[in-house]
C-alpha cells in the first residue's frame, strides 16, 4: 500500500518543474573530467614556477571600458553584467586574461620589471560554439612585460615546448613568425598599404580553407604578380637557416621587415641552445595571429593528430598594449593555452585517463559503536596524504558500500568490524587485484607506504 504524501510532497509535486538545460556554448564538468582538467593545470602550473614565473589573480568583471578600449565593435564578443542596483552596467565578463594584466601593472606602476607572470582563469565570449571551442573556458597565460630581448620571446617558447614534453606529447609543432616581416608584404609584392589587413586576413585562414583557397582569394584581392609573390613568400620552403636566408634577401631594403628576420634568427639561436628539438619548431611564414595586435613575433602550437582544434597555444609580442593605460610603449611577449581545448583535443587523442574520483580508500560503515576508530583511521590516513573517504550513505549494508566503492573505482576499502576489534586488524581489500588482508591496527599506514 503506497503512503500518504506528506506536506512537502504534496508541495513538491505542485512545484513547476524546471528542464535542466545549458545554455549554448556552456558545460559541466563530472568529477572524472574536473579531475583530469585540474592534474593539467598542475602540470602547466609547475612547469610555469619551473620556468620562474609567478602567479596573480583578477577578477572576472571587468570595466567594459577597460576591455573594450572604447571601441564599441568589440563589444559584440562580450558578456555585460548588469549590476543589483544599476539601470545600464558598464561591467563586462573579461574575455582573455591579457587586457587585465594590462591593467593591473597600470594600476601598480612599482610592480619589478621584467614582470613575469601567469595566471589560470576562466574567461567568456559571446562568439558561436564550435569544435573544441565555448563560450565559458579557462585559459593558462604566461607573460614576459618590461623586456624589448628576444631572450623573453624564446623563454616563452621553451616554455610551451616544455609543457608538451612533460605530458609526453610528442606530434606537436610550435609554429614561429614576425609580424614585422608581414608588414613588409606591401613594399616587396607591390600593392597598397590599405590592403595589408585583408591580405593578413586571407593568410591566417590557410589552415582551414586550404593553400589552394587562399591562392584564389588572394588573387580576387590582388593583381596577379602581387599574388604571385606573396604566395612565394608564404610558401617558403626548408630548413630554418634557408627559410631566413631566403627571408633576408627578400625584405633587405625593408628595415622593419629585416629587422623582424633578425629576430627569428636570434630566437632560433637561443632555441637550439635551450635544446628545444627542431622537429618541434618551425619558422612558417603563414602565421599571423592578431591583426592589429601583434607587434613583433607570433607562436602557435599546434597538435599534428588532431588539426582541426587548431592552435592550442598562441600568442607573441605586444608592444603597444599598454599605450591607452600608460601613455607609453611597454615591451610584453606571452602565450595563452586554451585548456578545455587542450583537453578536447587530448580526449581524441586517448591521452586521457579519467577517474571518477581522487579518492584511494573507503572506510566502510559497519556500525556506530565502531565510529571513534573510523575517524581515527580516517584522521592517521589523511594525515599521511592519502585520499580517504568515510562512507556517509544511509544504505549501510556491506555490499551497498562495497557497490558503491567499486562503481567510484575506489582501488582500496578498509573493513573493521566485531572480528578485526576482537583481533586487533583491520582488513584492507585491493578492489582491483581482489586481493584482501588482515593488518594489525598499528601498521595501517606501513601497508599503505608499500
Do not use: H
Amino acid at each position: 500500500m503506497a503512503k500518504p504524501k506528506t506536506d512537502k510532497n504534496k508541495e513538491a509535486s505542485k512545484a513547476k518543474k524546471i528542464k535542466p538545460e545549458l545554455p549554448g556554448g556552456f558545460r559541466d564538468f563530472g568529477p572524472a573530467e574536473a579531475i583530469i582538467k585540474q592534474r593539467l593545470i598542475e602540470r602547466l602550473r609547475k612547469t610555469f614556477e619551473d620556468f620562474g614565473f609567478d602567479p596573480i589573480e583578477t577578477p572576472a568583471v571587468e570595466r567594459t571600458e577597460i576591455l573594450t578600449g572604447g571601441e564599441k565593435e568589440s563589444q559584440k564578443i562580450i558578456f555585460n553584467v548588469k549590476g543589483s542596483k544599476e539601470k545600464k552596467s558598464d561591467m563586462s565578463l573579461r574575455f582573455d586574461l591579457t587586457v587585465p594584466l594590462a591593467r593591473f601593472l597600470a594600476a601598480n606602476p612599482e610592480t619589478p620589471k621584467p614582470f613575469r607572470r601567469y595566471q589560470i582563469g576562466r574567461a567568456w565570449r559571446g562568439e558561436s560554439p564550435q569544435a573544441g571551442r565555448y563560450r565559458e573556458f579557462t585559459q593558462a597565460d604566461i607573460d614576459i612585460v618590461g623586456s624589448s630581448s628576444m631572450e623573453a620571446d624564446s623563454e616563452i617558447t621553451a616554455l610551451v615546448y616544455q609543457i608538451f614534453k612533460n605530458l609526453g606529447i610528442k606530434r606537436f609543432v610550435i609554429k614561429i613568425n614576425n609580424r614585422k616581416i608581414l608588414n613588409g608584404l606591401p613594399q616587396l609584392a607591390g600593392f597598397p598599404e590599405k590592403k595589408l589587413l585583408e591580405t593578413l586576413r586571407i593568410i591566417d585562414k590557410k589552415d582551414k580553407i586550404g593553400e589552394a583557397a587562399v591562392k584564389k582569394e588572394l588573387t580576387k584581392l590582388l593583381k596577379k604578380k602581387a599574388a604571385e609573390k606573396v604566395e612565394e613568400f608564404i610558401g617558403l620552403s626548408g630548413d630554418t637557416k634557408n627559410k631566413l636566408m631566403r627571408a633576408r634577401e627578400l625584405f633587405r631594403e625593408n628595415k622593419e621587415a629585416a629587422e623582424g628576420v633578425d629576430e627569428l634568427v636570434e630566437i632560433a639561436r637561443n632555441l637550439n641552445a635551450s635544446g628545444v628539438d627542431p622537429n618541434n619548431w618551425k619558422i612558417d611564414f603563414s602565421t599571423v595571429r592578431g591583426l592589429d595586435y601583434y607587434t613583433g613575433p607570433v607562436f602557435e602550437t599546434v597538435l599534428l593528430a588532431t588539426p582541426e582544434y587548431g592552435s592550442v597555444a598562441s600568442g607573441g609580442r605586444y608592444d603597444n598594449l599598454m599605450i591607452p593605460f600608460t601613455g607609453q610603449k611597454i615591451p610584453a611577449v606571452g602565450i595563452s593555452i586554451g585548456v578545455d581545448r587542450f583537453l578536447a583535443a587530448l580526449d581524441k587523442l586517448g591521452l586521457l585517463k579519467k577517474r571518477p574520483t581522487r579518492v584511494k580508500i573507503l572506510i566502510l560503515n559497519l556500525g556506530p559503536e565502531f565510529r571513534p576508530e573510523y575517524f581515527s583511521f580516517a584522521k592517521n590516513l589523511r594525515g599521511a596524504n592519502l585520499n580517504t573517504e568515510l562512507y556517509v550513505g544511509d544504505d549501510r549494508s556491506f555490499q551497498a558500500q562495497l557497490a558503491y566503492a567499486v562503481k567510484k573505482e575506489i582501488p582500496y576499502v578498509l573493513i573493521y568490524g566485531d572480528q578485526d576489534r576482537k583481533k586487533g586488524v583491520v582488513t584492507i581489500r585491493n578492489l582491483v587485484t581482489r586481493e584482501q588482508k588482515e593488518i594489525p591496527k598499528g601498521n595501517i599506514l606501513l601497508y599503505f607506504k608499500k
